[in-house]
């Protein structure tokens, strides 16, 4: 059975970091590249960050470019996102992808406010 499970969002005040892990089971993580996407209320569904399969290619929205790093640990079935200078603009649901597979996680709600 295939799941993707993200943990680590939460309230933080402008300014303030964090860093959201998906734990990937029921398929061979290491062989396909993952994303992350957000949705904030009333908005579309965007992609945030991607990384290739080894990690060694990473591509983000120009939104957060420069703030958010996109990482994997192979040995750990896990993607991270880890977000810093977040912006109220930041607020959304988190989700993790993998890509080719078209399989989602169930989300992690971010807020950003003061």
């Known amino acids: 059975q295939v799941q993707l499970v993200e943990s680590g969002g939460g309230l933080v005040q402008p300014g303030g970091s964090l860093r959201l892990s998906c734990l990937a089971s029921?398929?061979?993580?290491?062989?396909?590249?993952m994303s992350w996407h957000r949705q904030a209320p009333g908005k579309e569904r965007e992609l945030v960050a991607v990384?290739?399969?080894?990690?060694?290619?990473?591509n983000y929205a120009d939104s957060v470019k420069g703030r958010f790093t996109i990482s994997r640990d192979n040995a750990k079935n896990t993607v991270y996102l880890q977000m810093n200078s977040l912006k109220t603009e930041d607020t959304a649901t988190y989700y993790c992808r993998c890509m080719a597979k078209d399989y989602w996680g169930q989300g992690t709600q971010v807020t950003v406010s003061s």
């Open positions: 990384i290739a399969s080894t990690g060694g290619i990473t």
């Open positions: 029921g398929f061979i993580f290491s062989k396909y590249g």
